[in-house]
């Protein structure tokens, strides 16, 4: 039997390029695409395809999250995350929260159907050459759920004295929290920390 593939990127022309490489092997086949996290979700529920080709940055539900709420279902499920950049912090998380491995979107012509087959397989793909930048990135950005939410609070221009009240923590667990936060992303202060998240990819602004 073919692998089963799922792919989801809100970009059709990105679809329709994955489809067609994909159509020249026997061994693969595409069985359904999605354009956001939340129809991602549905089809993956519906198809149950043996691996999804997942982008990191979706409209609505982004991809990681969609992720999580793929495997929370199906705890099996293989999830390669597709990025643009070298060095999305995003994919070092990913990989964190079980995702299968991720491909470089300038790099799926020649990648694809190896990441594929190796997913399906139940082993990660990560191309070799960026395995230690990757590595080094998810270490050195090893925030946790709580710190990143501090975090994007204080993106969205809240005090600490707020960020405690919508969090239901002191001030000062607030104060301590960014000190551990500003030593892991090596910040000189809150504006520093927040700037450096976001070039990363830790925190999107909301809206």
């Not at 597709?82 to 020649?110: E, H, I, M, N, P």
């Not at 001030?171 to 700037?195: N, Y």
Request: a neutral charge; hydrophobic letters at 50%.
């Amino acid at each position: 039997m073919p692998i089963r593939i799922l792919t989801v990127d809100d970009h059709p022309l990105l679809r329709e390029g994955i489809a067609a490489v994909l159509s020249r092997h026997a061994d693969v086949c595409v069985v359904g695409e999605a354009a956001s996290g939340e129809e991602a979700i549905a089809a993956h529920a519906a198809l149950r395809p043996d691996v999804t080709l997942m982008d990191l940055a979706l409209p609505g539900i982004d991809g990681i999250e969609a992720m999580c709420a793929i495997r929370r279902a199906v705890p099996e499920a293989r999830v390669l995350m597709l990025t643009t950049y070298r060095s999305d912090v995003q994919a070092g998380r990913a990989l964190r929260l079980g995702a299968a491995g991720f491909l470089l979107k300038s790099l799926l012509r020649t990648e694809l159907l190896d990441a594929i087959r190796c997913a399906a397989r139940g082993q990660r793909w990560l191309p070799a050459d960026l395995a230690a930048e990757v590595s080094a990135l998810a270490l050195q950005d090893a925030l946790t759920e709580r710190e990143i939410r501090v975090l994007e609070l204080v993106a969205g221009g809240l005090t600490n004295r707020e960020v405690g009240q919508r969090l239901a923590l002191s001030e000062e667990t607030i104060k301590s929290r960014l000190k551990l936060i500003l030593g892991k992303l090596d910040a000189r202060d809150r504006t520093h920390a927040v700037t450096i998240a976001l070039t990363r990819g830790i925190i999107r602004l909301a809206g």
